[in-house]
């Protein structure tokens, strides 16, 4: 847990503070996104928690323990560090750089080579990249070098600043997916800053949205900041299109789900066409009791008297009520039937509607 | 010590050191003279072909190798080797030494620095050049040239240090100048005599520096300040 | 005619005088040597001390390099002339002047290395905890490391040139011959030893040089692997 009280920060020789009264914290085993417009001290909030930048007032503890009172790099070599431009040691191989830190701390030579082979493993890299020198590896390579860097004595605690930003959007966003699920693995408290409220979304168990001058506009967890944005700057910095952002957040449980046009094999197909009527559609659904067979169009019934007979299509996309809104609104707009179908397990729960996603998103 | 450079001081103030062949406004200008000769050769003989050949951009060995045939070559054996190349040549001793010696000592940093400037200018200024229809010439004469003037003005401010310091050794090839009062005072063993023409030679260098220096600062247009390295520098 | 030529042509250089004088030629080879190693070392400390402090106290750059550069201005030759009268005709005026040349060149160097290593390896160092003097050694002084061997090599080369003067004050290395030749210039043995000095001193430049190129890149073994980024 990292707790910041009454921070500020004002720099030398500067009339404004670049932090000014700053007051939060970071529970144990979460990962916090601080995101914000450029120079709104992002930055110089992360580094006053490692103490490369020292506070000019208020106090930090990382785990209970006062960093003002520690030694800088006896505090430092228990905090994972990652920055934008990475800062691997041109002169040292990927092993080497990678053991940096368990070096500093004077660890076995067999414990150091155990944990980097370990790392190089978790990180996805290849082992014969470990003789390599930095120059010799790609962006996103060099990028998953850092994270395993900053892990390497299993720090309970990482920083990471903009670690994903000169690494390209393709690159990005698969770094992005596995630090997410390292993530899970892991269970690390992570302060990750980022000036891309996307990022902020898809990585923050919570998100603290900074205005200049270190102001905490709202800390919430990305869903509720999208849903209830605390005032106009943050709904503006989220931008108009918040509520679609929000989709990723929600589970399909969170809203109504429509029974959908569903009718046993036995219905007579009068009942089919009334049904297809009240819904205004052209389609309809066999099933019951929690389990649902297929669907049939108008054309399909034409010749018959119940829906006994009737050939029927199967169900292109399942969703689980887990899903996000996201995906069912994908799955929605791709389909035929402009619904989609969604499960627990095997038991059919109902349809989602594009009525009911965009009643979501306007909310 | 307070002694001895009282001797100095009367050394300075003796009348008969402002006299006649010997006298401090005789070896003084021998010494400047023979630098600017030397000097201005040097530069004639060594810019044309540099910038030649930096506009083309051949010859990169060349400049290379001049650098560090300068600094591998010590003065000192340029002096010496001039000697015996100058008697041979029937051209004796004294002045025709001590010219070739300066004059050969002072190439390299005109040769290479106005190589280096000259095919360092940026390939896209050149080409903007090329583009809005300047001949060859033009785009020696108004690009490269002007872009490289601060770094060849370096080059003479390199070189005129360099051979101001190495004409003092001009006295051991019978020539005169400032390095007289040294060499001979050495010989003599008459230290304040030594000392005050050490004075002298290094009052030289140091205002050719300073004045190089000051000039180079006023010369150079403000959009190209940046610091220019003495790429040839030579230290004698 | 021929025939004059013919004598003059094998009168220029006397080849024979080097076979005789093969152990005068490895004393002053030994002398040369060692004024340039002492100078050179003696001048790597002293610029050491200097940088640091520059590093430290940026303000201090410009009286230093200001001063160091004053002291490459003054001509050698001036400089034996201050010291000669003080320290007398020692080595100590001979490493004295020789240090005083090497000082801009190493301070340039090492400040210019120390200010190349990238910020962005200095911010990573500090973040995970080295501390000041451990990062100095580990990381800033083997990347400053292909500048200052560079600033090496220069002064070693200045230094190698400069030893020859000295011969002014009764020590030289190879200048010895070269300052004995000139006293002999209307002879041939004359013209045997300055050629012969130069020819040495040039070489032992070179051989200084072309070691020191390979002792960096023996050191800096990362400088040399550069794969597509
Ligand atoms: N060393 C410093 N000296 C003086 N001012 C500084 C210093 N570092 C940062 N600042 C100022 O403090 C403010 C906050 O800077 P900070 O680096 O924390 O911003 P940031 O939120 O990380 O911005 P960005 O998204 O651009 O990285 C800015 O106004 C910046 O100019
Ligand atoms: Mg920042």
């Known amino acids: 847990m990292i707790e910041l009280e009454h921070v500020s920060k004002t720099f030398p020789g500067q009339d404004v503070a670049a932090v000014g009264d700053l007051t939060f914290t970071i529970p144990e085993g979460e990962s916090v996104v601080l995101v914000g417009p450029s120079g709104c001290g992002k930055t110089t909030t992360l580094k006053m928690i490692n103490r490369l930048i020292e506070p000019t007032g208020g106090t930090i503890t990382v785990a209970g323990r006062d960093v003002a009172q520690m030694e800088a790099h006896e505090l430092r070599r228990g905090i994972g560090y990652v920055i934008q431009q990475i800062g691997l040691f041109p002169h040292r191989t990927i092993r080497d750089n990678i053991a940096t830190v368990p070096k500093l701390l004077g660890w076995e030579k067999k414990r150091i080579q155990a944990r980097v082979l370990e790392l190089t493993d978790l990180v996805d890299l290849s082992e014969d990249m470990l003789t390599r020198y930095p120059s010799e590896l790609s962006g996103g390579q060099r990028q998953r070098v850092g994270v395993a860097r900053a892990l390497a004595a299993d720090p309970p605690v990482l920083l990471m600043d903009e670690p994903f930003g000169a690494v390209d959007p393709i690159v990005r966003t698969r770094l992005q997916d596995e630090l997410v699920s390292l993530q899970a693995r892991l269970n690390k408290t992570i302060v990750l800053v980022t000036h891309d409220i996307d990022e902020a979304i898809k990585l923050g168990d919570r998100v603290a949205l900074l205005n200049i001058g270190g ?90 008297d119940t829906l006994d007979r009737v050939h029927l299509l199967p169900f292109q ?47 | 010590m307070i002694e001895f450079l009282g001797e100095v001081v009367a050394w300075f103030t003796d009348p008969a050191n402002w006299t ?14 023979m630098s600017v000769l030397a000097t201005t050769a040097a530069a004639a003989l060594a810019i044309p072909p540099a910038v030649y050949l930096g506009h083309r951009r051949k010859g990169g060995v060349i400049a290379v190798a001049g650098v560090n045939m300068a600094r591998a070559i010590p003065s000192f054996a340029i002096v010496a080797i001039s000697l015996p190349f100058s008697i041979r040549l029937g051209l004796g001793l004294g002045f025709w030494p001590t010219f070739i010696a300066l004059f050969f000592l002072a190439v390299p940093p005109f040769f290479t620095n106005t190589y280096t400037a000259v095919a360092g200018v940026d390939d896209a200024l050149v080409e903007s050049g090329r583009g809005m229809g300047m001949t060859q010439p033009q785009v020696v004469r108004r690009i490269e040239i002007p872009v490289a003037s601060p770094v060849i003005l370096a080059a003479a401010r390199v070189a005129s240090v360099q051979v101001i310091a190495t004409a003092t050794l001009a006295a051991l090839v019978a020539w005169g100048g400032l390095g007289r009062y040294i060499i001979d005072g050495f010989a003599t063993q008459d ?10 030679v290094a009052g030289l260098a140091v205002v050719a520096e300073l004045g190089f220096s000051a000039i180079e600062r006023w010369w150079l247009p403000r959009g190209l300040r940046e610091p220019s390295e003495d790429i040839a520098r030579v230290a004698a | 005619m021929i025939g004059l030529a013919q004598t003059q042509a094998q009168g220029v250089f006397r080849w024979d005088w080097i076979g005789r004088n093969i152990d005068a030629i490895w004393d002053r080879t030994v002398e040369h040597v060692v004024l340039t190693v002492v100078a050179v070392s003696v001048g790597l400390v002293i610029s050491t001390v200097l940088s640091l402090i520059i590093v430290r106290y940026r303000k201090t750059y410009t009286p230093i390099t200001w001063t160091t550069g004053i002291l490459y201005t003054i001509p050698s030759l001036a400089a034996l002339a201050f010291l000669v009268p003080i320290t007398g005709l020692s080595h100590l005026t001979a490493e004295i002047v020789l240090v005083s040349y090497t000082l801009l060149i190493l301070i340039r160097n090492i400040v210019a290395g120390i200010d190349g290593v990238p910020q962005d390896v200095l911010e990573a160092a500090r973040g995970m905890g080295y501390t000041r003097r451990r990062r100095f050694i580990e990381i800033e002084l083997p990347l400053a490391l292909p500048v200052i061997v560079a600033g090496i090599r220069i002064a070693a080369v200045t230094v190698i040139g400069l030893v020859t003067v000295t011969s002014l004050i009764g020590l030289g290395g190879y200048g010895f011959f070269i300052l004995r030749g000139l006293s002999l210039f209307y002879s041939p043995i004359g013209t045997t030893q300055i050629l012969v000095g130069t020819a040495l001193s040039v070489l032992l430049a070179v051989v200084v040089d072309v070691s020191l190129a390979l002792t960096e890149r023996a050191l800096t073994p990362w400088a040399r692997r550069k794969a597509p980024a």
Do not use: C
């Open chain 2, 20 to 33: 006649g062949v010997n006298g401090i406004p005789n070896r003084m200008w021998e010494h400047i003279q």
């Open chain 2, 191 to 200: 230290s304040v005599q030594v000392f005050a023409g050490g004075l002298l």
């Open chain 1, 215 to 304: 102001v905490l506009e709202q800390y919430a967890p990305p869903e509720e900041l999208l849903r209830d944005p605390a005032n106009a700057f943050v709904a503006d910095f989220l931008g108009t299109d918040r509520g679609i952002k929000r989709l990723s957040l929600v589970p399909i449980s969170q809203i109504n789900l429509d029974p959908g046009p569903v009718l046993p094999r036995s219905a007579p197909v009068a009942e089919a066409r009334e049904m297809m009527r009240r819904y205004q559609i052209d389609w309809a659904v066999v099933g019951g009791d929690g389990r649902i067979e297929g669907w049939f169009t108008e054309n399909d019934i034409a010749g018959h």
């Open chain 1, 317 to 363: 996309t399942k969703l689980a009520a887990t899903d996000s809104l996201q995906q069912a609104l994908d799955a929605v707009i791709s389909s035929h039937t402009a619904v989609a179908a969604v499960f627990d397990g095997e038991r059919y729960l109902g349809m989602v509607t594009s009525e009911e996603i965009s009643r979501e998103i306007i909310e």
